[in-house]
Structure formats: structure tokens, C-alpha cells
């Protein structure tokens, strides 16, 4: 996996320096980078698991590096399958981590968690949210797929236990009228979203894909919070026919979501801090099979880089395998050629931004058929030069 991301580097060093305008101020990495990295956190068997799916990796203000991922104990299936989330610590730059601790233990069928996406608030909380129980196309008010949110307050070392928040985001009893027309709800595995611009810095969200109560038919809201994750509210409709999503605040303050679908990729923009939402489009140029991926910002202009870069982890095939990195040097309009970051069967990846300015990449590969979780770790710093 090394020679792919050297290429990645590369072909991305090329791209930003067409776009690096003169005397241009870049924030200097708080430590030296550590170079290329990889390792297998997780493979089939270990802990006595037979499978490993759904990353998420989220570096904290301290420079803790949170790798949580679903634990599925007995075979690879999504809920309502026994599954735990479990999670480990790196304090050097993912040099080295701790065993697994859990945060959600699975207690056999309809009782396992599964599908994490993390965040950091301002007051430093760690916000985990998850679902759990019966499985999303089966759920309805009465036997539910459940929402939840856990907390740490000690940089994941320690987790509260799971609150349910299910019937706040849909159903009968749903603040938002119009999500009570929904069965089910789940989130998107990988990294929420805190903003940072304007009069809404500080809320966090959490992209939802919802079930309608007829059909098997998924809308994308956003679940939110304006109080460090003490209270939730859900937006206006994002996405219309959506899946799993990210979302990403962009250099003027607007926020982007992106869709799973199934040969290109769903977006739209919310100007009002993610409540309400325009008119929905595709990216044809994101070619990709309906899987989940991530976002990252890695350099922003109003925060003294020399360019704007947003990239985007997909798998690079109407088939899962070939996660790559696709690269936007303007806020999502267009995206460049992807660039290959695992060769192969692989799926979920989530990625982070390291205190030293390196980026880190969790990743779901499966190159013999069970589902193992790897941690790459690459320098920024070569981004920009």
C-alpha cells in the first residue's frame, strides 16, 4: 500500500502547486511528521471476532488519535446481527495503540450497536453517536432501530453509558413534523461535523439517513446540536432519496453534504448552518459504487493556506474495492482524477487530520474475503510545498 501512497502524495503535491498563489502563508505542524505509515489494527479472529467493519477516526485537540470501528463477533452482517463498538488510542500519532475498549457491548441478536460517527465539541467532549437493535429495513415504531449517543470526557478513554434519542429524530413523537413520517433512522459511520465559521460555530451534526414509512425508500436530515451534544434537533430535508453521507463546511460558511448513490455521488448546500437545505444535485465526475467514504478539509485559505483542498475517500469502482482519494481544490465544485489508496477489495475508510499535519486514513479491506480495519498515516506538509 506504501507505492499508492506515494503516488497519492505526488499527484497531489502537483495539483496544489499549479494552485499556490506567491508569498503564501501555510500553519507550520506542531511536531515533526513521522513519514509514511501502516499497520492492521484489526484482522479476522483477533479478540475473537470473525469480522471488523466500519471505520471511524477522529485526531482530538490534544493530539489523541480515536479509531472506533463495529466488532462483528459472528459474521460480517449489519444489524440486527451481535455486534459491539469497540474502540483504541493512539497518544503518537498512530505509531502505537491501545487494546480495544468498548464502548457498546452486543448481548446477542437485536441487542448489538453498530454504525459509529464521532466529534469533538468546543468544550472538548468526545460525541459519539451510533444505532442499535433490530435491523433499518425492519424497524418501525413498535420494534426500532435505536439512536444513540455516548460521551467521553477524558479523550475516549472512558464512555458514558448509551442515551436513546431515537423518538426525538423520528416517529409519532418526532420534534420535526415531518420525520414522523419515518420508520427508521441510522447514522453515517466516520467523523460528524463541527462548525467553525459564522453565527453557528460551534454546532455539531451528524448526517442521518431516514426510512420512510412506506417503501424502503432513505431521505438524508441532519441531526444536531447546539449544546455540546446535550440536545438534539433534526433539519429540513437534505437529501431526497439519499443514503449514508458527510458533511463539510466550506470556506464561506455554507454547508456541503455527499450522498451515497450508486454511480456518482449526491450533493447539496445549506447556507443556514445545515437547517435548511437547496436544490439537490450530482457529481457524475465522483464515479464510484453506492458505498460510504469520507471527508476532510486539509488546507483553507481563510485560515492562511495558500489553497482551499477538500478530499474525498470512495471507492474508485462500480464495485467495492479500490478506496482512492478524490481531490477538490474548489470547495467541491470539481474534483480531480482519484488517486489509488488501497488496490483491491476494500470499502468504509474514514480519514483525520493529525496535530503534526499529517493525515490519517482508517480503512475497511477485505483482500481475503473477511473484513479486516488498516491505519495509514501520510504528512500534509508534502500537500503543500
Known amino acids: 500500500m506504501k507505492q499508492s501512497l506515494l503516488l497519492i502524495v505526488a499527484t497531489l503535491m502537483a495539483a496544489c502547486a499549479c494552485h499556490k498563489p506567491a508569498n503564501d502563508v501555510v500553519e507550520q505542524p506542531t511536531e515533526e511528521p513521522i513519514g509514511y505509515y501502516e499497520q492492521c489494527l484489526y484482522r479476522p479472529g483477533d479478540y475473537g471476532s470473525t469480522n471488523w467493519r466500519i471505520p471511524a477516526i477522529c485526531c482530538l485537540s490534544d493530539g489523541t488519535l480515536l479509531a472506533i470501528c463495529d466488532k462483528r463477533k459472528h459474521n460480517e452482517g449489519d444489524l440486527p446481527e451481535d455486534i459491539d463498538i ?17 464502548i457498546a457491548e452486543g448481548r446477542g441478536r437485536k441487542q448489538g450497536f453498530g454504525d459509529a460517527a464521532l466529534v469533538e465539541c468546543d468544550n472538548g467532549d468526545v460525541v459519539c453517536v451510533f444505532v442499535g437493535g433490530n435491523g433499518l429495513f425492519a424497524s418501525s415504531q413498535a420494534d426500532p432501530i435505536r439512536s444513540y449517543v455516548c460521551r467521553s470526557s477524558d479523550k475516549g478513554e472512558t464512555w458514558s453509558e448509551p442515551e436513546d434519542i431515537t423518538f426525538q429524530l423520528w416517529g409519532d413523537q418526532a420534534t420535526r413534523p415531518m420525520c414522523r413520517n419515518y420508520r427508521a433512522s441510522f447514522f453515517a459511520s466516520g467523523n460528524g461535523l463541527r462548525l467553525t465559521r459564522g453565527e453557528h460555530a460551534g454546532r455539531i451534526m451528524f448526517a442521518a439517513a ?32 439519499g443514503d449514508e453521507a458527510k458533511l463539510m463546511e466550506l470556506e464561506d460558511g455554507r454547508v456541503m453534504i455527499s450522498v451515497r448513490q450508486s454511480g456518482a455521488r449526491g450533493y447539496n448546500y445549506s447556507t443556514n448552518g445545515g437547517l435548511a437545505w437547496g436544490t439537490q444535485g450530482r457529481w457524475d465526475c465522483l464515479k464510484a459504487n453506492a458505498c460510504n467514504g469520507d471527508m476532510l478539509r486539509v488546507a483553507a485559505r481563510d485560515r492562511g493556506d495558500s489553497c482551499n483542498i477538500i ?8 464495485e467495492r474495492r479500490d478506496v482512492s482519494i478524490f481531490a477538490s481544490y474548489d470547495e467541491g465544485e470539481t474534483w480531480q482524477d482519484p488517486v489509488l ?10 480519514m483525520t487530520l493529525l496535530k503534526n499535519g499529517s493525515i490519517g486514513v482508517l480503512l475497511e479491506a477485505n483482500p481475503n474475503g473477511a473484513c479486516e480495519i488498516w491505519y495509514q498515516n501520510w504528512p500534509k506538509e508534502m500537500l503543500l510545498k
Open 86 to 102: 469497540v474502540v483504541r488510542r493512539s497518544t503518537d500519532n498512530g505509531r502505537s495503540w491501545s487494546e480495544p475498549a468498548t
Open 210 to 241: 431516514m426510512c420512510r414509512k412506506t417503501g424502503n425508500i432513505l431521505d438524508n436530515f441532519v441531526v444536531y446540536s447546539d449544546d455540546n451534544g446535550t440536545s438534539w434537533k433534526v433539519s429540513q430535508r437534505a437529501y431526497e432519496g
Open 311 to 318: 478530499l474525498h475517500s470512495l471507492p474508485n469502482s462500480m
Open 341 to 350: 489508496l488501497f488496490e483491491g477489495p476494500s470499502v468504509y475508510s474514514s
